[in-house]
Protein backbone atom coordinates (compact mmCIF):
# COMPACT_ATOMS: atom_id res chain seq x y z
CA UNK A 1 0.00 0.00 0.00
CA UNK A 2 1.27 3.30 -1.04
CA UNK A 3 -1.22 5.43 0.31
CA UNK A 4 -4.40 5.95 2.30
CA UNK A 5 -7.19 7.52 1.40
CA UNK A 6 -10.54 9.34 3.22
CA UNK A 7 -13.88 10.00 1.75
CA UNK A 8 -12.44 10.68 -1.58
CA UNK A 9 -15.22 8.64 -3.11
CA UNK A 10 -17.56 11.78 -3.29
CA UNK A 11 -14.78 14.24 -2.91
CA UNK A 12 -15.13 17.91 -4.76
CA UNK A 13 -11.55 18.83 -3.16
CA UNK A 14 -8.67 16.92 -1.93
CA UNK A 15 -6.02 16.84 0.55
CA UNK A 16 -2.61 15.38 -0.80
CA UNK A 17 -0.24 15.07 2.20
CA UNK A 18 2.86 12.74 3.82
CA UNK A 19 4.04 12.49 6.93
CA UNK A 20 3.37 14.63 9.94
CA UNK A 21 1.02 17.16 7.82
CA UNK A 22 -1.19 14.22 6.92
CA UNK A 23 -2.65 13.65 10.67
CA UNK A 24 -3.55 17.11 10.32
CA UNK A 25 -4.97 17.15 6.85
CA UNK A 26 -7.43 13.91 8.32
CA UNK A 27 -8.39 16.51 11.29
CA UNK A 28 -8.71 19.28 9.01
CA UNK A 29 -10.95 16.56 6.42
CA UNK A 30 -13.45 15.43 9.29
CA UNK A 31 -13.84 18.82 10.35
CA UNK A 32 -14.69 20.24 6.86
CA UNK A 33 -17.09 17.23 6.88
CA UNK A 34 -18.90 17.87 9.22
CA UNK A 35 -19.50 21.52 7.78
CA UNK A 36 -21.07 19.96 4.81
CA UNK A 37 -17.91 20.31 2.53
CA UNK A 38 -17.25 17.13 -0.08
CA UNK A 39 -13.63 17.06 1.19
CA UNK A 40 -11.37 13.95 0.85
CA UNK A 41 -7.63 13.12 1.96
CA UNK A 42 -5.11 11.47 0.67
CA UNK A 43 -1.96 10.27 2.62
CA UNK A 44 1.13 9.17 0.59
CA UNK A 45 3.00 6.56 2.46
CA UNK A 46 5.51 6.46 -0.19
CA UNK A 47 6.58 9.31 -2.34
CA UNK A 48 9.26 7.64 -4.35
CA UNK A 49 8.11 5.99 -6.72
CA UNK A 50 5.04 8.31 -6.64
CA UNK A 51 2.00 6.77 -7.01
CA UNK A 52 0.80 8.29 -10.55
CA UNK A 53 -2.01 5.90 -11.40
CA UNK A 54 -3.57 5.91 -8.31
CA UNK A 55 -3.61 9.88 -7.50
CA UNK A 56 -4.97 9.85 -10.84
CA UNK A 57 -7.93 7.70 -9.94
CA UNK A 58 -8.11 9.27 -6.70
CA UNK A 59 -8.38 12.87 -7.48
CA UNK A 60 -9.90 12.55 -11.02
CA UNK A 61 -12.95 13.43 -10.05
CA UNK A 62 -12.25 16.48 -7.98
CA UNK A 63 -12.07 20.04 -8.98
CA UNK A 64 -9.26 21.30 -6.81
CA UNK A 65 -6.28 19.44 -5.02
CA UNK A 66 -4.21 21.00 -1.95
CA UNK A 67 -1.04 19.64 -1.14
CA UNK A 68 0.64 20.40 2.33
CA UNK A 69 4.23 19.95 2.66
CA UNK A 70 6.86 21.28 5.37
CA UNK A 71 8.92 22.26 2.56
CA UNK A 72 9.25 24.42 -0.68
CA UNK A 73 6.75 22.60 -2.63
CA UNK A 74 8.79 19.16 -4.46
CA UNK A 75 5.74 16.85 -3.90
CA UNK A 76 3.09 19.45 -5.79
CA UNK A 77 5.54 19.25 -9.24
CA UNK A 78 4.88 15.35 -8.68
CA UNK A 79 1.14 15.81 -8.41
CA UNK A 80 0.88 18.36 -11.14
CA UNK A 81 2.40 16.35 -13.58
CA UNK A 82 -0.23 13.32 -13.13
CA UNK A 83 -3.67 15.30 -12.73
CA UNK A 84 -5.19 16.56 -15.87
CA UNK A 85 -4.74 20.62 -16.14
CA UNK A 86 -8.76 21.32 -16.09
CA UNK A 87 -7.96 20.51 -11.60
CA UNK A 88 -6.66 22.89 -9.93
CA UNK A 89 -3.36 22.63 -7.68
CA UNK A 90 -2.88 24.54 -5.07
CA UNK A 91 0.15 24.59 -2.68
CA UNK A 92 -0.08 24.70 1.22
CA UNK A 93 3.45 24.88 2.22
CA UNK A 94 5.68 25.91 5.53
CA UNK A 95 9.39 25.62 5.45
CA UNK A 96 10.12 27.97 9.22
CA UNK A 97 10.58 24.46 11.45
CA UNK A 98 7.11 24.95 12.13
CA UNK A 99 4.13 21.90 11.82
CA UNK A 100 1.07 23.13 9.68
CA UNK A 101 -2.22 22.84 11.76
CA UNK A 102 -5.66 21.40 11.13
CA UNK A 103 -6.82 25.10 10.57
CA UNK A 104 -4.48 26.15 8.43
CA UNK A 105 -5.46 23.61 6.21
CA UNK A 106 -9.00 24.65 6.69
CA UNK A 107 -8.28 28.31 6.01
CA UNK A 108 -6.49 27.24 2.60
CA UNK A 109 -9.74 25.24 1.78
CA UNK A 110 -11.91 28.06 2.30
CA UNK A 111 -9.15 30.40 0.09
CA UNK A 112 -9.80 27.95 -2.71
CA UNK A 113 -12.99 27.32 -3.07
Not at 21 to 29: E, G, S
Not at 55 to 62: E, P, S, T, Y
Not at 99 to 111: A, D, F, N, S, V
Request: net charge negative; with cysteine; proline share 5%.
Amino acid sequence: MKLRDEHMDDAEVAFISYGSVARAALQATDIARKAGARVGAVQLFTIWPFPDEQIRQLCGRCRKVVVGELNMGQIIHEVRRVLPPDIEVHPLQRYDGEILTPMQLIEKLEEVL
